[in-house]
Nanobody, 124 residues
């Protein structure tokens, strides 16, 4: 059974950058899709983006496209979310998730394992 742990969240000013990491254990992440979601207080969990099993095809939501980048490091069983040009509306708890499929999807119900989340706060 795979377990995911996110790290890298914190407090940053608008325009700044953060890099989140999602480390997997119990199973290699390399053969499976991994996605990032976020949830702000009082809002539904929102799809940020996802990578296919190989890392060669990555999808992003319109709200983060051009600012965020997802990448994989198979040697570390880790998926990263590089966040640049952060805005106050990016403030949320960020979660990584994985599935038994090779392609990601935007529906949270598609995913079978989740991390505990890491808080990102962007001040204006």
């Amino acid at each position: 059974q795979v377990q995911l742990v996110e790290s890298g969240g914190g407090l940053v000013q608008a325009g700044g950058s953060l890099r989140l990491a999602c480390v997997g254990s119990g199973r290699s992440l390399r053969d499976y899709a991994v996605a990032w979601f976020r949830q702000a207080p009082g809002k539904e969990r929102e799809y940020v983006g996802g990578t296919d099993w190989s890392g060669s095809t990555i999808w992003y939501s319109d709200s983060v496209k051009g600012r965020f980048a997802i990448s994989r490091d198979g040697t570390k069983n880790t998926v990263y979310l590089q966040m640049n040009s952060l805005k106050p509306e990016d403030t949320a708890v960020y979660y990584c998730a994985t599935t038994d499929h090779s392609l990601p999807g935007s529906n949270p119900a598609y995913y079978t394992a989740w991390g505990q989340g890491t808080q990102v706060t962007v001040t204006s």
